[in-house]
């Protein structure tokens, strides 16, 4: 069997750390209803029956009240706890797959960065802190000013987001 082509891409990332002034239980409650859980049953029934992608972006709309769902969570502190290491963490995938679907028909790796990832976690400190990389630089590493601006909108939702959080906006998703 012959081998393709390889190609090697280097990018920056950049790591927003937001410190949030309430306890991690508060904020992690506000977090997940704000951010509400994926439901597989009622989106897979419009992929059932072959309905047409206005009614999924519809339903988005409607499921979505802040851009983004959570296709998965994790509360880690149990298992990292045994390890004895403190304070409590929570890491998700939280996206919208309307808003990939603009990335995804110039370049279905986006994915790699789709949904996006963050944590949200506290230590002996007491602080709460809400991390995630920056979704444009994420994107931004396609090389496609068309995928790069839909990483600006993700990071114009995700500010969006900490502000109805009670969360401190960092300046490079303001922009």
């Known amino acids: 069997m012959a081998a393709g082509p390889t190609s090697e891409v280097r990018y920056q990332a950049r790591r927003l750390r937001v410190t949030v002034e309430m306890p991690f239980d508060e904020f992690r409650k506000r977090y997940e209803a704000a951010v509400p859980v ?13 309905a047409d992608w206005s009614e999924m972006v519809a339903l988005m ?5 802040h851009g983004f769902l959570r296709y998965w969570g994790s509360d880690v502190e ?21 808003i990939i679907e603009e990335m995804y028909r110039y370049d279905p790796d986006a994915f790699m960065y789709a949904p996006l990832r963050p944590v949200i976690s506290s230590r002996s400190s007491g ?12 994107f931004a590493s396609f090389g496609d000013d068309r995928i790069t601006k839909v990483g600006v909108e993700l990071d114009r939702k995700v500010a969006a987001l900490l ?4 969360a401190p ?5 303001a922009g």
């Open 38 to 50: 994926y439901d597989p049953t009622t989106f897979g029934a419009l992929v059932e029956r072959g």
């Open 61 to 65: 709309d409607r499921s979505a009240p």
């Open 78 to 98: 149990p298992l990292m706890t045994l390890a004895g290491d403190p304070g409590p963490c929570a890491v998700y995938l939280m996206g919208n797959h309307v």
């Open 127 to 138: 602080s709460t802190q809400f991390s995630i990389d920056q979704p444009s630089l994420l």
């Open 163 to 166: 502000r109805h959080l009670g």
């Open 169 to 173: 906006v960092p300046p490079a998703l």
